[in-house]
Each structure stands twice: as structure tokens, then as C-alpha cells.
């Protein structure tokens, strides 16, 4: 079946660094790929996506670019900030009926 | 415009006690999705609804889960008797049209069975 692995963490960096978070996919067929990320004590929120090969999605500065050859949807940002302190969902959707498989998250904190 | 909405945010309760988890969707919005994940683990799908019908049920765990989405307007996720393992975060989403327009999640009920 369809499966997301994404690196666990808990990753810990100083404002300003560079991010990487790995995301890898196992799916038939040519799925919509996501990033969700769960700030302290809210819900899930749609980060970004893309929705097919070599498409990049991007927002608040994260970027994620759908490399079908590898399988990948890796998750970077430039320079962090504290407030990008937060626990972050790499999901695939194999249709068009939002039934998302996600990976494990991944914790990020980032300190000042 | 109000987001979804779950109730309670918390629940702790006893194996092989009732709990009633409620989930109030973004208004108009007609699918509405539970998903569940397990202290470590991924967040996994349990079901999802259009209006009131079930449109895919597939990722419920067993019988002691029951959803229910009455007039197609809020839902309801039923555990009984719960059980140690289904301890964990229930999320709930929902969006106008399923593929097409994102899916917007509650901020979960975290269920922990002791």
C-alpha cells in the first residue's frame, strides 16, 4: 500500500539555519503530494503541495519540490525563525478524495 | 469564518468506559474526514463522509468505532468500551469538494484510556 517515511527527529536548530527535512514515498499512480504542520496546541494546517512531477509548492518561505525519479518531497527553508517551531507532516493523497496518508512527523525547535 | 471545531480537547477516561468525541465542520462544507494517530505513529485515515453517508470507512479499527454524521452537519465518534490502545489524537477535516479544495483540520481531541 501507499507510505510516507519522513525523518522523526526531534530536530533542533539555532534561528537563521538552514532546514532539510526528508520525505520519501512509496505510491502507485501519480499522487499530490503534501506538508502539514501542527503549531503548539492548534490543528493541522495545509503548508504547501504539489500535485505533480517536478512541481514545486512553496509558502512562508518553505519550499518542497516533487522529484518523482526519487521518490521525494524534501521540506527546506533558508533561515529558520522560533516561531517555524512546530511538529511537520510530509502526506501523500493517491486520488482526488483527500484520503491522506501521512508520515510520522517531525518535531522541529527552534531556539533563539 | 469559524474553523472545525472538536470537542472536548482533551478526554480521559477508564478501559472499557464511553467516550463521545464531536467534531462541528466548516459550514457548508459536505465531506468531512477523521483521522486518529497513535502516540509515534503516522496519522492515520478512519473514515470519511459525504453529507451524511459514508463514503469510505475503511480505515476504521474495529466495531467498538462508531461514526455518525446525522443531517450531514456535525459528526459524532463513538468508542465503546474503549480500550488501552485506542489512546491517541482524533482529528477531524473537512472541505467543500474532496481532490479539489483543501481539506481543513480541527485541532484535535487527545483520548487517553487508563
Known amino acids: 500500500g501507499d507510505s510516507v517515511t519522513q525523518m522523526e527527529g526531534p530536530v533542533t536548530l539555532s534561528e537563521e539555519a538552514f532546514l532539510t527535512i526528508n520525505c520519501t514515498y512509496t505510491a502507485t499512480g501519480y499522487p499530490s503530494l503534501f506538508w502539514y504542520v501542527q503549531y503548539p496546541g492548534e490543528g493541522l494546517q495545509l503548508l504547501l503541495k504539489?500535485?505533480?512531477?517536478?512541481d514545486k509548492g512553496s509558502n512562508k518561505g518553505f519550499e518542497a519540490t516533487y522529484r518523482k525519479e526519487t521518490t521525494s518531497f524534501h521540506l527546506e527553508k533558508g533561515s529558520v525563525q522560533v516561531s517555524d517551531s512546530a511538529v511537520y507532516f510530509c502526506a501523500l493523497e493517491p486520488g482526488s478524495n483527500y484520503k491522506l496518508t501521512f508520515g510520522k512527523g517531525t518535531l522541529l525547535t527552534v531556539n533563539p | 469564518e469559524a474553523g472545525v471545531t472538536q470537542f472536548p480537547s482533551h478526554s480521559v477516561i477508564e478501559k472499557g468506559q464511553t467516550v463521545t468525541l464531536r467534531c462541528d465542520p466548516i459550514?457548508?462544507?459536505?465531506?468531512l474526514y477523521w483521522y486518529r494517530r497513535v502516540m509515534g505513529k503516522e496519522i492515520k485515515f478512519l473514515l470519511h463522509f459525504v453529507k451524511e453517508s459514508k463514503q469510505d470507512e475503511s480505515g476504521m479499527p474495529n466495531n467498538r468505532f462508531l461514526a455518525e454524521r446525522t443531517g450531514g452537519t456535525y459528526s459524532t465518534l463513538k468508542v465503546q468500551p474503549a480500550e488501552l490502545e485506542d489512546s491517541g489524537v482524533y482529528f477531524c477535516?473537512?472541505?467543500?469538494?474532496?481532490?479539489?479544495?483543501?481539506?481543513?483540520f480541527g485541532q484535535g481531541t487527545r483520548l487517553t484510556v487508563v
Open positions: 504539489a500535485t505533480k512531477a517536478d
Open positions: 477535516a473537512s472541505s467543500q469538494d474532496p481532490g479539489n479544495t483543501e481539506a481543513f
Open positions: 459550514s457548508g462544507h459536505d465531506n
